[in-house]
């Protein structure tokens, strides 16, 4: 299993500009995370969606944060415009059918940098 | 809601010391998980403990649960250079989370050779 997908790896895009960012969760998964991970306030949860529905996404800082799941095998977590409170590394995680207790696998990150 | 809490912020240690962190949750948790981050990484799973006062070992790491579900610790006996990272617990949020968790926020360990 190659595991959790995401792209790109780096994304260095101007103030103002939309960011697109991908992920790929694990066959069979049917939860997936996005996660926000900065020094001063560590790993946040933007939003999830179980079974390609969003269920929480109290998270999500603005409604300049926009994300979508429109199948199984797919989500992307949108930015428009961008600003430079935003660079930080934004983390997908997908975890097997289960209430609470199944781990959470995560991907690679996309490290962010707006200028 | 729900809160996580992580002691130390930071440790730096000798190699071959040994390290702890701990995990104090604000409510009680079905089960708690712990994470491993390495510079530069992404957090990877290391180990979920479900019952009271449960101990599990993993070569040099101990993990245990608290009695009443609600803390918990990791142990690393005699530290490596390869233990270098962000270490992390994590609860189910509770209700119909789906998976949801809520991660404490990390104890960054550095390894001094």
């Known amino acids: 299993d190659a595991g959790v997908i995401q792209s790109p790896r780096h994304e260095v895009t101007e103030m103002g500009q939309e960011v697109t960012l991908r992920c790929k969760p694990i066959s069979g998964h049917n939860s997936l995370f996005w996660y926000r991970q900065t020094m001063m306030r560590g790993l946040e949860l933007l939003i999830y969606?179980?079974?390609?529905?969003?269920?929480?996404d109290s998270g999500m800082p603005e409604d300049r944060f926009s994300a979508k799941m429109p199948n199984a095998s797919f989500s992307t977590l949108k930015i428009q415009p961008s600003e430079p409170r935003d660079s930080a590394v934004y983390f997908c995680?997908?975890?097997?059918?289960?209430?609470?207790?199944?781990?959470?696998?995560f991907g690679n990150g996309t490290r962010l940098t707006v200028t | 809601g729900q809160q996580v809490m992580q002691i130390p912020q930071y440790q730096h240690v000798q190699e071959g010391e040994d390290f702890t962190t701990y995990c104090n949750s604000s409510?009680?948790?079905?089960?708690i998980q712990w994470y491993k981050q390495r510079p530069g990484g992404h957090p990877v799973f290391l180990i979920q403990?479900?019952?009271?006062?449960e101990v599990k070992k993993q070569k040099r790491l101990t993990f245990q649960f608290g009695e009443a579900k609600k803390n918990s610790s990791l142990h690393i006996t005699a530290t490596q250079t390869t233990d270098v990272g962000t270490y992390f617990c994590?609860?189910?949020?509770?209700?119909?989370?789906?998976?949801?968790?809520?991660f404490g926020q990390g104890t960054i360990l550095t390894v001094h050779p």
């Open positions: 994590a609860g189910p949020a509770g209700g119909t989370s789906y998976g949801k968790l809520t």
């Open positions: 969606f179980n079974n390609n529905v969003p269920i929480d």
């Open positions: 995680a997908s975890s097997p059918p289960g209430t609470g207790g199944s781990p959470l696998h």
């Open positions: 403990l479900v019952k009271s006062g």
């Open positions: 409510t009680t948790l079905s089960n």
